[in-house]
């Protein structure tokens, strides 16, 4: 019997809440300082704040082939940069350049890569 092996893409967001602490930028829940190109980004994008979002859109194309030899039982994905990222403060969007997203996706590629990504068809029931 040959096991199915489903793609599919979806758009997601890496999203993480800072501020100013101190007079430096800090991770809001973790309480500890951002690296310092970071915090220069920020600062030229959004000079006026002092706290806020700081949003990464990716795109995660993969694939579903349960127990196969080649495929871990979850299947697998390539997350990518989609798009400019963007400082989220106060409804308001305020985007870093592409230089800025680039660093800022590979700055926090490791938790990109772990964050959850709802992968559930519109149309159907949730089949991954």
């Known amino acids: 019997m040959k096991t199915a092996t489903r793609t599919w893409t979806a758009d997601a967001e890496f999203s993480l809440e800072v501020n ?11 309480e500890t300082p951002l690296p310092e190109a970071v915090a220069r980004a920020i600062q030229r994008a959004a000079p006026r704040e002092d ?6 859109p990716f795109t995660s194309d993969g694939y579903y082939a349960p127990q196969t030899y080649d495929s871990p039982e979850e299947g697998d994905d390539e997350r990518t940069q989609n798009g400019l990222a963007y400082f989220y403060v106060d409804r308001r969007k305020l985007y870093f350049t592409a230089a800025e997203s680039q ?4 700055e926090y590629e490791e938790r990109i890569q772990d964050a959850d990504v709802d992968t559930t068809p519109y149309d159907g029931p949730d089949e991954y």
């Open 103 to 106: 660093m800022l996706f590979d």
């Open 51 to 56: 706290w806020g979002e700081i949003v990464v």
């Open 20 to 30: 100013v602490a101190d007079g430096q930028w800090i991770e809001s829940h973790a």
